[in-house]
C-alpha cells in the first residue's frame, strides 16, 4: 500500500499526538528531503520503527518541507522511502514559537529527535543526526522499562 499523503501540524497537533500515544514510546523527528544528513537517518528509522512497533514504539516524523513543495518534494519522497507511518508537515508559523513549544533548548534545527517514555514524559533530545546504533540503544532502554 503506498503511504499516505503528507498532512500539515501545528505544535498544538504535535503536542496532541504524543498526548494520544500514551502507553507507548514516541520517537518524534524532525527533518527535511532538502537536509542530507535527514535523508541518511530517514530509512533507519522506517527500519527501526518496523522491528520496534510490536513493542510499543510509535513514530511522529515531521517534515520542515515547505508546503508549496510538499507535492513535488515530499510525496514523490515518501512514495519511494515507504515509511510505516504517516508523516506531518510543519505548518507555517512563527518558527521560534513552534520550536520553543517543542523544546526551549531547541534551535529548530534538524534532524532533530525527541522520545517520549510511556507516560508520554520527555525523556531523551538529540540535536544532531543519530545512526541505527544510537537510535536502537535508546530504544532498548525506554522500551524495556
Request: aromatic share 10%.
Amino acid at each position: 500500500s503506498s503511504p499516505e499523503p503528507a498532512r500539515l501540524v501545528n505544535a498544538r497537533g504535535i503536542k496532541e499526538l504524543i498526548a494520544h500515544h500514551e502507553g507507548k514510546v514516541v520517537l518524534l523527528n524532525f527533518w527535511a528531503t532538502w537536509c542530507p544528513p535527514c535523508l541518511v537517518e530517514f530509512p533507519e528509522i522506517v527500519a527501526l520503527e518496523k522491528t520496534y512497533r510490536d513493542r510499543g514504539l510509535v513514530v511522529i516524523s515531521v517534515s520542515a518541507d515547505p508546503p508549496e513543495r510538499v507535492e513535488t518534494d515530499l510525496n514523490p519522497f515518501l512514495q519511494k522511502a515507504n515509511p510505516g507511518f504517516p508523516v506531518y508537515v510543519r505548518k507555517r508559523e512563527d518558527p521560534e514559537q513552534f520550536t520553543r513549544a517543542i523544546d526551549p533548548h531547541w534551535t529548530g534545527k534538524i534532524p532533530a529527535t525527541f522520545f517520549y517514555d510511556r507516560e508520554g514524559k520527555p525523556s531523551v533530545r538529540r540535536y544532531s543526526p543519530m545512526t541505527r546504533e544510537e537510535l536502537e540503544k535508546i530504544l532498548e532502554y525506554l522500551l524495556a522499562e
